[in-house]
């Protein structure tokens, strides 16, 4: 080889080795810092698509059935000195159950409730996370047709699970481990939910004694992404080894008990600006036993939740 081109090409690969290394350290100087993933909301509006499916299968691997449950929500930020929290007014909620059609569940429709006061209204025997119960018993479909116990029941927790990820997991806790623990990515922490066990003996339908108890609940900070054209630190959480009891009673003189395990997890994208929850997912797999008063008298059941939650504008909310 020419003896001056075999200088040049040692230069460009001394040069383009020490540029690496350069760029290298720019970004472990960018990802080796401190992160605050507890930063306040922003006052803007915020809108979400919500998206649950609930997958059944028969113990044999066979997917016997699916139902669709759509929660379309709005956030008005609470105002300096309004102590009732944030008002979220649903402005649609579709449920598509087995086989039938999509159809709009008309009481949702621009209901409004508060979350996150400093007084929160009726918390209590009917009321979680701001959510009252009794807003779920008797539902109808927009052609008048009952919605059955069971899946009225998943229509409300639709409204439990947005408000899990997106503000007990998603948000800081006043008390405990929380988001605002994690501020170095790779870092783990045990959720102050970890092992918390809260009473779902609700409405008129569902008996006292009916529990749901959750195993060591984790969250991780996994890393950063943009989501929304807003950069997010990206937070796994995971429910280890959970389990319930539900005892239900369909009519008098007849409960039906329900007993299970259950392993959820699913990813938050938490904006580093704004504050606000861009993106998150929930798997979560189900194994139940139904004890009924009548044959077949027990009745097993394999379940796979699906839940995707994105952030969107306010034309992208009809869309």
Request: charged share 25%; with cysteine.
């Amino acid at each position: 080889m020419n003896t001056n081109l075999f200088c040049v090409f040692l230069a460009v690969i001394i040069s383009f080795s020490t540029v690496t290394r350069a760029q290298d350290e720019i970004n472990k100087s960018m990802l080796n810092k401190n992160f605050d993933l507890a930063v306040k909301h922003s006052a803007e509006p915020q809108y979400w698509k919500m998206e649950s499916r609930m997958i059944i299968y028969a113990l044999n691997g066979e997917r016997t059935g699916e139902n669709i449950f759509r929660l379309y929500l709005k956030c008005t930020p609470a105002q300096k000195g309004d102590t009732k929290g944030d008002k979220y007014t649903c402005l649609k909620f579709t449920v598509q159950l087995g086989n039938d059609p999509e159809i709009e569940i008309p009481s949702l429709k621009n209901w409004s409730y508060f979350f996150g006061g400093s007084k929160p209204e009726g918390e209590g025997k009917n009321v979680v996370l701001g959510i009252d119960h009794s807003k779920f018993e008797n539902l109808t479909d927009a052609n008048g047709k009952p919605i059955p116990i069971d899946k009225a029941y998943h229509v409300y927790n639709e409204f439990i699970d947005f408000h899990t990820m997106c503000n007990v997991f998603g948000d800081k806790t006043t008390e405990g481990k929380g988001i605002q623990d994690l501020t170095e990515i790779g870092q783990k922490i045990v959720h102050v939910a970890a092992y918390s066990e809260p009473a779902v003996d609700l409405g008129s339908n569902i008996e006292k004694g009916s529990t749901f108890k959750n195993g060591k609940i984790t969250l991780e900070f996994k890393g950063l992404s943009v989501v929304n054209n807003h950069p997010c630190a990206l937070v796994e959480y995971d429910s280890g080894e959970s389990s319930f009891k539900m005892l239900m009673k369909t009519m008098p003189n007849m409960e039906i008990k329900t007993v299970g395990s259950s392993h959820y997890k699913g990813d938050i994208y938490k904006d580093l600006v704004s504050g606000w929850v861009q993106k998150a997912s929930l798997i979560e797999i189900v194994v139940s036993e139904t004890a009924l008063p009548m044959p077949p008298n027990k009745v097993n059941y394999v379940i796979e939740r699906e839940i995707t939650i994105n952030n969107v504008d306010e034309k992208g909310i009809n869309n």
